[in-house]
């Protein structure tokens, strides 16, 4: 019966068929890349979320996922191996690709999504040598669990329903990643915000980036040093994607982190210093009494 499952597994790789199953967060899809031969594309209804080359885990196809691997190659020296724990699966893109470039790491991964996290595994699996455990359960909870000073990096990349729930926003969250977290080492979170939704239906309310500001004050009452790399766009409220902020009691690889957000097929500008003070002025940092989600998307985000 195993044998039988693992050829048809392999059959419907091969055959490059579109997957899906039916997951706690929705419909979870896995199409198949037109241009890469063995990678794939994970969505959860209709939202693109993830992407894997089984052939190149060192690949990164999504701009914010660059981004984050930009963050992970400068989390300490080329090739040494690091402990990073990840705040939400997906398709474990980001942990195949420390797992590629830095062999013998170890790595956590936290997922609410217990189904999601079978479908990965069963279609696009890890490989043996791997040195990644993934875990079931809340993203904070699993955080509390792990040892003072145990991750060179965190990275927070948590979606429900396209939005990131309410209780990793905050500076109590904030804290326990301090918590875990060696001296120096990288907290990186995946943002999604845009024009406020007032502005998309020509009423009033909430000005553009609201949520994006707030983490960022968020951010800068826990930690001492942060930056922010976004589309041009993006940063200027045009439209709705991804930025990735960056965190640490260390100093930041800025001028790096810069040179190679500029080299992306998908150029990306890094908010730091006074420019990024600038950007979250008169925001509040969240606290766990005052939180709420992330923003829902505009519903042609995604085509």
């Known amino acids: 019966m195993a044998n039988d499952r693992r050829r048809g597994r392999a059959r419907a790789r091969q055959a490059r068929e579109a997957l899906s199953a039916d997951v706690e967060g929705g419909l979870a899809q896995l199409l198949p890349d037109p241009d890469r031969a063995r990678a794939w594309t994970l969505l959860l209804d209709g939202a693109p979320q993830s992407h894997v080359d089984l052939a190149d885990p060192a690949h990164l196809g999504f701009e914010y996922q660059r981004r984050l691997g930009h963050v992970a190659d400068l989390v300490a020296p080329p090739g040494r191996p690091v402990r990073v724990l990840h705040l939400g699966g997906g398709a474990l893109t980001l942990a195949r690709y420390v797992a590629a470039t830095r062999p013998r790491s170890t790595q956590q991964v936290v997922e609410v999504d217990a189904p999601l996290v079978a479908f990965v595994r069963e279609w696009l699996p890890l490989e043996r040598e791997w040195r990644i455990r993934v875990r079931g359960g809340d993203a904070r909870t699993g955080l509390g669990k792990l040892p003072e000073g145990w991750a060179d990096l965190v990275i927070a990349d948590v979606f429900s329903g396209a939005r ?5 926003t905050t500076t109590e969250f904030l804290d326990e990643v301090r918590r875990v977290l060696r001296p120096g080492g990288y907290y990186a979170a995946n943002l999604a915000d845009g024009p406020s939704r007032s502005s998309r239906t020509g009423g009033s ?11 960022v004050a968020t951010v800068r009452a826990v930690f001492a040093e942060a930056c922010l790399v976004a589309d041009p766009a993006v940063l ?21 982190l810069t040179r190679r957000a500029a080299g992306d097929p998908h150029p990306a500008r890094v908010e730091h210093g006074k420019a990024l003070a600038d950007f979250a002025a008169g925001a509040e940092p969240v606290r766990d009494a005052t939180a709420r989600p992330s923003p829902l998307p505009p519903a042609n985000a995604f085509r």
Do not use: C, I, K, W
Request: glycine share 10%.
């Open 164 to 168: 990131t729930p309410a209780h990793l």
């Open 236 to 256: 200027r409220g045009r439209r709705f994607g991804n930025a990735v902020l960056l965190a640490s009691d260390g100093e930041l690889p800025v001028a790096e």
């Open 205 to 215: 309310g909430e000005a553009p980036l609201a949520y994006m500001r707030a983490q």
